[in-house]
C-alpha cells in the first residue's frame, strides 16, 4: 500500500470521527466515540503500525500526518464536551422540574445541615423573655479598663473580693480582660441617664467574661454570663426574687428547685448565691456539682449605694437589684452537659446534638 491510499483511508477516518463527535449528544456517547477513534486502540491510533508497510523515507511524512490528525480529531472532541456540558446545564434550567432555590442533595452523614449553638439558643430565649418585660439588652467590651471591672463595683485595688476572680491583665496597665458582666451596671446606668429615659432602669447583658483559674467540669477560663440591673425607686428584694423565678421558669419551662443562701459581693448589699439543685444528679452529687447536689448559678442582690452613685443615680433615692447568671453552667443544666469544656470546645459533635 501506498502513502496515497493510507492517506486517503486517515481522512476518511477523521472525517467520520469529526460527524460522529457532532452527532454525540450526552457524555457517554462521547466516551464511546472517543474510544472508537482516538482510545490507544482507537482506529486512528491504529493506523500507526501501517507506518510499517511504507518506505522508510514515507514513515516520517505518515507520522506528522497521523499527528495532525489526531490533534484536530481531540480538539474537536474537547469541543464537543463543552457543547454537550452547556447544553445540559441549559436543558437542565428550562426543566421546570428543577429548583435553583433547593439545598443540594448530599450522601447522609457526609455534611449535616448548621444549628444554633445551644449557648446562642438560650441567650436569644433569655433576650425575649426579658425584653417582653422592658429590659434593654446592653452589650459592654470584653477588653474593659480595671475601673469599669472593679473600682466602679466598689472594690477598689486592694479590696480582698478582687482575688476571687483571678484576672487576665493585658500588658497595659489598668486594663483587664473583663472577669464579669458586671462592669456593664455602671456602663449601663450612665447610659440610660444619658439618653434621658425613664426610670426604673431595666437592663440585661449577656457576654464572654474570662478568668484565670484552673479549668474543671463546672469552670472554664472563658465562659458566658448575663448580667441583670433594674434601678428605680422603691426597687426591693421582693422584686428580685420574683424576677428570678421568672427568669429559671422561663428557661426551665418549671419550677427548680432552689436555695437562696447569702453571699458577698461588693457591688451588692445585702447580697445572695441562689443555687439550682443539680439536674444532672438529682441532688446526689456527682463531679457537676462537685458532690454537693447543688450548682451555684445566680449570685444576686440589692444593688450597693456606691454602685448607684457610680451610675449617676442619687443612692439616696434610688434603690435596684442586679444578678449575674452563670450562662454556660445554665445552658449545660438544660442540656444535661455534664461538663461545661464540652461548650467551646468546637468539637462538631456537641453542636450537632443540638439540631
Ligand atoms: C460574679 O461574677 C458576679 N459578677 C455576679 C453578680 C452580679 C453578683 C450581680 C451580684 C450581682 P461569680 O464569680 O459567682 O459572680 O460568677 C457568677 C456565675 O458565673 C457563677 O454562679 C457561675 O454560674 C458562673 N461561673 C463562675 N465562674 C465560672 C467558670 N469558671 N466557668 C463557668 N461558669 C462560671
Redesign the pocket.
Known sequence: MDIVAIQAELNALEADCLRELEAATDAAQLDAVERKYLGKQGSIKAMLSRLGQLPKEQRAELGKLLNQSSARAEAAAAAARDRVKKGALAAALEDKGFDVTLPGRLPAGVLRPGSLHPLTRVRRELEDLFTSMGYAVLDGPEVELEHYNFDD?NTPPDHPARE??DTFWTTTPGICLR????PV?VRGMRWWRKQGFELPMRAIAPGR?F?N?T?DA????T???L???VVGEGISIAHLLHSMKTLLRGVFGRELTVRLRP?F?P??EP???LDAQCLHCGGKGCAFCKHSGW???????L?HPHVIAAGGFDPGKHTG??????????VCLRHGIDD?RHLLSGDVRVLGSFV
Open positions: 463595683l476571687s476572680q472577669s464579669h458582666t458586671s451596671q467574661v478568668r483559674e479549668v463546672s469552670h472554664e477560663h465562659f458566658h454570663q448580667e441583670g440591673i453571699g459581693f457591688f451588692v447580697g445572695f448565691e450548682v451555684e448559678l445566680l449570685p444576686c442582690g444593688v437589684f442586679a444578678f449575674g447568671l452563670g450562662l454556660s453552667r445554665l461545661v
